[in-house]
């Protein structure tokens, strides 16, 4: 009967933590566990970060980026200066040209005409087609300067 005095006299906050406190039989705090969620999440999170990085940083090896022969293609028209929507349709002709290097066309100017009005012909849209054939003259004049520019189809 004592005991129920002393308790009766404590503060209500000390005795509803006192009875919490025996009916609790968990031995950790949920501090605890969400602490430790939010570790693992960034374990995992720094783990993906890493391997992306690695992938990107082995993607751009020089090694690997001549293997790919549209790649060789993009870095040709990079040296050759040609701006970025005129590259991204020729990234299309290299794709659209069937010769397992692309780079091949800039060796013989018949074989770049070939190509070059083959794929212009098979093209449809004719917004596309207008400016197919104008980053296709402009790869022409760059790539063989001082030949007169290919026949408009």
């Avoid at 009967?1 to 002393?6: D, K, N, V």
């Avoid at 374990?43 to 391997?51: G, K, L, Q």
């Avoid at 020729?90 to 074989?111: C, H, Q, T």
């Avoid at 596309?128 to 760059?142: E, M, P, Q, T, Y």
Wanted: with cysteine.
């Amino acid at each position: 009967m004592m005991r129920f005095a002393l308790l009766a006299q404590s503060p209500y906050q000390n005795r509803l933590q006192g009875l919490r406190g025996a009916f609790d039989d968990r031995q950790s705090n949920p501090t605890d566990v969400t602490g430790f969620i939010v570790f693992f999440g960034c374990v995992i999170a720094v783990a993906v970060i890493w391997i992306f990085v690695r992938k990107m940083a082995i993607r751009r090896r020089p090694e690997n980026g001549h293997s790919n022969p549209v790649r060789h293609f993009d870095m040709i028209l990079r040296k050759m200066g040609i701006g970025l929507r005129d590259r991204l349709i020729l990234k299309l002709f290299a794709r659209g040209v069937s010769l397992p290097n692309p780079s091949l066309v800039f060796f013989d100017e018949e074989v770049f005409d070939r190509h070059a009005d083959r794929w212009i012909d098979e093209l449809g849209f004719a917004p596309i087609k207008r400016r197919a054939r104008a980053g296709v003259d402009l790869l022409r004049s760059r790539a063989f300067p001082g030949s007169l520019p290919s026949a408009e189809t």
